[in-house]
């Protein structure tokens, strides 16, 4: 796990934060699933700041000492809710039954771990420098097992890590909040591997990364590879052609060939590893069988120490584990290597497999080192941080052997210790600011060992910049200051950035000009290390690109204040720390701008503990606001602020819907729905399921204005509410249950059908049409529902305790039954089907098959269409409506077989070419009246029809499956 993991680890322990905030009182609510309070828009009602999560704050409790361990090391203090249960962690010793007696079990909680607090165990410019089982090992809080191998360690909000030890075995893994009732971690046979890097005379060389690579097999197919490259090429063409005949229309394709080009330079990239990993296994360039290759992966990388040894400490928990499919060469293949820029490498290769006892030994080749001097386009020292990575051109760079360094502040030079000699060299380079990237001129590496080439590097080349100092009010370079700097223009930001200053008050400031800039621009800067706070305001007539301004010496003095006031919520209270952000109104987009308020860069403060702030700094002409948020209230803006001005801005305090509810066992929660639809304005309304929390199931809404509201629950299945809570008064600060939701009991309102479909002779089996379920509407209308029929069986839920259903099956009478709340059989029996007769049809049609369809005229009660308010519900009400039709296929005989489901009047309608690949010819028929015999004879019927009518429809339906034959 890297920096990325641990950001996205924290961002979810902020929802889980919320599960502590049911005490055993019942007072609070389960978490809301919805997103954080950053999210929360200005005024977006129950649609938009409504829906944002709870923020508590829980007091940490220190859960195991402080202090250093064994190796010196000082440990996180390990917090969490000292009401949650612990965590019980059972330690095997090799295999399941065998206590790992007194193992050393470490703990570290990634929620509390600050990961900029420790960045000598972590290297986060390079997630493989450290494995997060040392992090634990050397950061995490030490507990011992006892006689059965068990401890307790604390609960967590989100995720933690376990490393366990004895002498010569280790263990290492993970778990979240919904952790197993037991976290296992079993110890194996630990590993480690020492490799050590040595000069021409033997000695060791300090300082030289180091990198365990894996060989990871793949499957290469040159026959694949060729074809796909040819049918995209070939697609490319036809492309192309269009284009060029269609040329007032290209433009339609250029997304087509835009996705073409991608998948070509995927095929293309394809090609290039199968045509090498053909020659180095010697092949012909026309053999197409397929065969495996590999590549290298980085496992860990190190540097050495005085003596040039680096440890891989837990080899084990590097390696990829094989694949049932990989060759056996390839089961535990390894390299050490030297991860410097050279010309040619000489790995060392071992098998992982035991990983070898002895030290493997990595010779340094003749290198120099490489240090490339920061300046501006002016030749002026660039002091600010600069990233590079080296490159050399004389041959593709892996991805792993690329030497990355970071430049910190007040350093002149980007230094490469370690560079092969004879190399021709590039830097890719950006600064922390991800903005500004770009890459260096070509130049020669060393050309002999321990020779030092300085080269400059001019900063952000193709980019406009600001030079200048800073000074403070007395005339003295500001010292120790990390001021900001903002650019701004009519359509916005331009540049933000907060910069550390040289020890003279030196500064650069890089910016990028696009299209929608134009002049004047407006330059602040400003110091808020102190209060009230000091800067500039400058007007800039121009900003260059690709050219250096010198603002020369730039004093700065007290800001001006922009507002100052108070922040209360609805009762007058003082509210501390309220976020405060001006705003201004801006052109937004870029085709059809619209005016909108948007966030002034850098312009912000909080309130103190009697709820005051004041904002200070420089403004341009223009209409400007307050935005005003903070936890457990909405947020707030102004309207129209002066400069100066005075104001009392009031949060109003969030409420929040909290109840409980009953639900019996066969109730599926997470198919009820709860909907809360604000009295005042009906288009305000929110929808979420109910939630199952330590044994309870609640009804939550977080973040709800004040007012009043209807509370409905519905299950999903069901077009109507099955509950309506009416005028359900919420007041400011409401966050408790409400008493009007406590233990509603669902039962009382839902009852549960269980139906199986039964033939004559007892068996189930499985209908082929829906169950049909009379639904009785809020304003008294009935209707039925489509209920689809799984291995027989039908459930579903109604308000009524009784309801009436329609069975129909192919070959089964359609059957109505009153049926009772709970588990009922339901008899379909079975009726004989019908044969309809058409002499000489099949020999008329030849090749073209005939389908004979019978069309029920005579629903005989049945609905005319299902109710339908959903996706489901509309596919069931689509197949409802084809209910009424059954066919067959006529068969040698000029006969169809058709099973009914009812007797009456049918329409015949005979359709050519079905399942051929057209739309089928239709002929309709006369209708007939079907007798259905009880005692289960088979009728048959000979209806006439139009023998010219039937061989014009055979000729259309022939020469549409001749067509749809032909290539295209």
Known sequence: MHRAVLIGVLAVAVLAVGFALLSDEGSEAPPSLRTSSEDRGADAGMAGADATSSSATIDPTVLAGDGPDADGATRVDVVGDPTASPVVVQVWRGKEGRPAVRAEVFFLDTGAFDEEEHEDVFGFEDEKARHWSEVVEQKGVRFLADQDGRVEVPAVD????????????????????????????????????????????????????????????????????????????????????????????????????????????????????????????????????????????????????????????????????????????????????????????????????????????????????????????????????????????????????????????????????????????????????????????????????????????????????????????????????????????AAGRLEGEEIELGDDGRFHLPYQVRDKHRAPFHLLIRCDDVSPSVGMSRTLADLPKAFITDLGEIRVDALGTIARGAVVDDEGVPIEDAHVQLQRERDVGDDQPKLRFVDEAFLETHTDEIGLFELFGEIEPGRYRLRVRTDEHFQAVTTDIRKGQSVEIRLERKARVVGTVLAPEWMQRKGIRAELVS??????????????????????????????????????????????????????????????????????????????????????????????????????????????????????????????????????????????????????????????????????????????????MELDGMPDELLAWDGGSKRISGWYAKGKYTAAMLDESDTARVKVTSGGAHRVIVRFGIGQGIRPPAMILEPITLRIDAAGAVARFTPAFDRKAAQDSIADAAQKIAANAEPR
């Open 158 to 489: 989100d995720h933690a890590l376990i490393a366990a030890r004895l002498p010569g075995m280790f263990g290492f893994t993970d778990f979240d909040e919904e952790h197993d009732e037991v976290e296992v971690v079993t110890l194996r046979a630990d590993e480690t591997l020492t490799v050590r890097v040595v000069d021409d005379e033997g000695y060791g060389v300090a300082a030289v990364p180091v990198g365990v690579l894996q060989k990871i097999p793949f499957r290469l197919d040159p026959k694949s590879a060729t074809d796909n490259l040819a049918r995209l090429e070939k697609n490319m063409q036809r492309i192309r052609d269009w284009m060029k005949k269609n040329p007032a229309q290209k433009g339609r394709a250029k997304g087509r060939v835009q996705n073409v080009e991608e998948q070509l330079e995927r095929a293309h990239r394809q090609m290039r590893r199968v045509r090498q990993g053909m020659s180095r296994e010697g092949r012909n360039p026309t053999d197409m069988r397929p065969f495996f290759s590999s590549r290298s992966e980085l496992r860990a990388r190190r540097e050495t120490n005085t003596e040039g040894v680096a440890v891989f400490r837990h080899f084990q928990v590097h390696r990829e584990w094989r694949e049932k499919w990989w060759p056996d060469e390839y089961d535990s293949r390894f390299e050490a290597v030297l991860l410097v820029p050279l010309l040619e490498r000489k790995p060392v290769e071992f098998s992982g497999r035991p990983v070898p006892e002895e030290v493997l030994e990595l010779k340094m080749p003749p290198v120099g080192s490489v240090a490339l001097r920061t300046v501006d386009r002016d030749g002026r020292p660039f002091i600010h941080p600069v990233r590079a990575d080296l490159r050399h051109l004389s041959a593709p760079t892996p991805r792993w052997a690329i030497s990355r360094v970071r430049k910190e502040q007040g350093a002149t030079e980007i230094v490469f210790p370690f560079v092969g000699t004879g190399l021709e060299c590039r830097a890719h380079c950006r600064l922390d600011d991800r903005d500004f990237s770009w890459r260096s001129e070509e130049f020669l590496g060393p050309v002999a060992a321990g020779e030092r080439v300085v080269h400059d590097l001019v900063v952000a080349p193709a980019d406009g910049m600001l030079f200048g100092r800073l000074l403070d009010a007395e005339g003295e370079p500001l010292r120790d200051a990390h001021p900001t700097f903002l650019i701004n223009c």
């Open 679 to 856: 009295r005042a304005d009906p288009k305000r309304k929110r929808e979420d399921q109910i939630h199952d929390y330590q044994g309870n199931t609640y009804i939550y809404f977080d973040w709800v204005r004040p007012g009043a509201y209807d509370l409905t629950l519905r299950v999903q299945q069901m077009p109507d509410p099955f509950l309506r809570i009416d005028n359900l008064v919420l007041e400011p600060g409401q966050l408790g249950m409400h008493p009007r939701l406590q233990e509603l009991d669902l039962g009382l309102y839902l009852h549960r059908f269980e139906v199986l479909a039964r033939d004559e002779r007892g068996q189930q089996f499985q209908p082929n049409r829906p169950l049909l379920a009379r639904v009785r509407r809020p304003d008294g209308q009935t209707g039925y529902v489509g209920h689809p029929w799984r291995k027989g069986r039908v459930e579903f839920l109604s308000t009524d305790a009784q309801t009436d259903v329609i069975a129909m099956a192919e070959g089964h009478a359609t059957r109505r039954t009153v049926i009772a709340a709970g588990r009922n059989e339901l008899q379909i029996p079975t009726i004989p089907p019908v044969d309809v007769h058409f002499p000489g049809l099949r020999a008329l049609a030849g090749q073209v098959e005939v389908q004979v369809v019978l069309e029920r």
